[in-house]
Structure formats: structure tokens, C-alpha cells
């Protein structure tokens, strides 16, 4: 198949983010650019090319989610019924029993997933109005276990082992950003708007955020579409209404 400009990215920080090792709490490391290529590069290939004039950019996948589907924020029942992608998924190295990767069979729905692309849906009507103007990709490809299998976010990570992922996905920002022109990269959440804002220092694009769609927050759960809405309005984009 075709190798886009986002997928020779994608390819690349795979390769460089494969050779790092992590230690405890860390006891497992999913990588689904590897395992879930296939559906991941075919969301890539339909909705992946340049120029998007707003990347929406996440922090890495959520268990239930890009970890299951390859997608951003890629709860199932979204990715398969919303922007109409299903694809075979592989297995990770080493699998926690209490994570396991079911592909596109997981039964477990990603709230954050559903309330981005819920909003997407509601907001656009369609895929094809979205990504017209919009582009959803996450800073870290790397999910991260502790053995009891309790999530680990990358903001967690000592320093020592932050200092090599963190140059790896700053670059693979900078080039999805040289491919994909966006006027504005905004961070869905603290972390990915301070990694957004290093990454990005000197480049003409605006760097803002809108609240995280977790269920953890309490403000998500008071009204996440609408917060999500209003804050991207304020940052000068606007929304069909």
C-alpha cells in the first residue's frame, strides 16, 4: 500500500521508541504502531492528509482504547461505527492477563474515546466534515503497565527514562506538524499542551488546550463537549453549530 508522509512517521518513531527500556513500576510497555499497524496506518491513509488546520494531540493510549484499536482516543464502538475502520489487530510481546488486547472483540468502551469522537459526531455530522479541519493524533505511542496492571502515564516516568521518549515523540511532532500545516496544535490536557508548547518552540503554529475528556475529572464529568467547545472557540476556532 500507498506510504503516506504521517505513516513514514509513524514507522520511524516505532523503530526509535521500540529500543528503550523501562524499569518498575513499569513491567509492561504496549506499542500499538507495532501490533495494531493495520488498522492504525488505515486511519492514517483516510484521514491523514495534509494540511489539517487543527491537530487535536493527546497524551498516549488509554487501555480500552488506541491499545485495543491502534486509533487516538480509539474507543471501539467510535472507530468502527463512527469513522468506519476495522482492521486485524495483533498482540503485544508480553500481555498483562488483567490488559489483554481483544482488537476490535474488546466488550470495554474508553469514556475519553467516546466523549471525543461522540463529540465529533455530534458536532459534525460526519467524518469526512471533522477531519476537514481537524486531525487527532497522540504525543506518546507507548502505553505503560505496572504489574498489578494499573495505567502508568508517561508524565510518571523518572526523568532518566523520560529524556529518550520524550526526544523521540518531540520529533515526531515536529515533522507531523511539517506535513500537516496546522494553524493551531492543542493539547487535550496539561500534559499534552506542555510537551506540545517545548516541542514546537519556533514554529509558526498557535499552541493552546481544551480540558481532558477523562472520566478522573471532575470538570469532564460536569460537561466535557461544552467545556471542550468554549475552549476551542476562545482559541479563534470556530465550530459549525
Known amino acids: 500500500m500507498t506510504t503516506t508522509p504521517l505513516i513514514s512517521i509513524s514507522r520511524e518513531l516505532a523503530r526509535q521508541v521500540s529500543r528503550l527500556r523501562f524499569v518498575a513500576p513499569v513491567s509492561y510497555v504496549y506499542l500499538p504502531l507495532d501490533y495494531a499497524a493495520a488498522p492504525h496506518e488505515a486511519y492514517l491513509r483516510r484521514y491523514g492528509q495534509p494540511p489539517r ?16 484499536t491502534g486509533i487516538p482516543f480509539g474507543d471501539v464502538t467510535m472507530v468502527r461505527d463512527w469513522l468506519g475502520l476495522e482492521s486485524p489487530v495483533g ?47 497522540n504525543y ?6 505496572e504489574a498489578s496492571g494499573r ?32 494553524t493551531h496544535v492543542v493539547g487535550v490536557g496539561h500534559f499534552a499542551f506542555k510537551r506540545a508548547q517545548t516541542a514546537l518552540s519556533g514554529f ?9 475528556p477523562s472520566p478522573a475529572s471532575p470538570l469532564a464529568n460536569r460537561g466535557w463537549a461544552a467545556a471542550a467547545s468554549r475552549q476551542l472557540a476562545a482559541l479563534g476556532i470556530g465550530l459549525p453549530s
Open 204 to 212: 509558526d503554529v498557535e499552541v493552546g488546550t481544551i480540558l481532558h
Open 91 to 137: 498482540k503485544p510481546d508480553r500481555m498483562h492477563p488483567k490488559r489483554p488486547v481483544l482488537g476490535f472483540a474488546c466488550p470495554r468502551s474508553e469514556v475519553s474515546g467516546t466523549r471525543l469522537w461522540g463529540w465529533a459526531c455530534e458536532r459534525f455530522a460526519t467524518p469526512a466534515r471533522f477531519f476537514a479541519t481537524f486531525f487527532v493524533a
Open 151 to 182: 495505567n502508568l502515564t508517561p508524565d510518571k516516568l523518572p526523568a532518566v527514562e523520560q529524556a529518550p521518549l520524550f526526544a523521540a515523540c518531540d520529533e515526531a511532532l515536529r515533522r507531523l506538524v511539517e506535513a500537516m500545516q496546522p
Open 53 to 68: 488546520r487543527v491537530v487535536l494531540l493527546g497524551m498516549n493510549p488509554g487501555p480500552f482504547g488506541m491499545v485495543q
Open 140 to 145: 506518546c505511542p507507548l502505553a505503560f503497565l
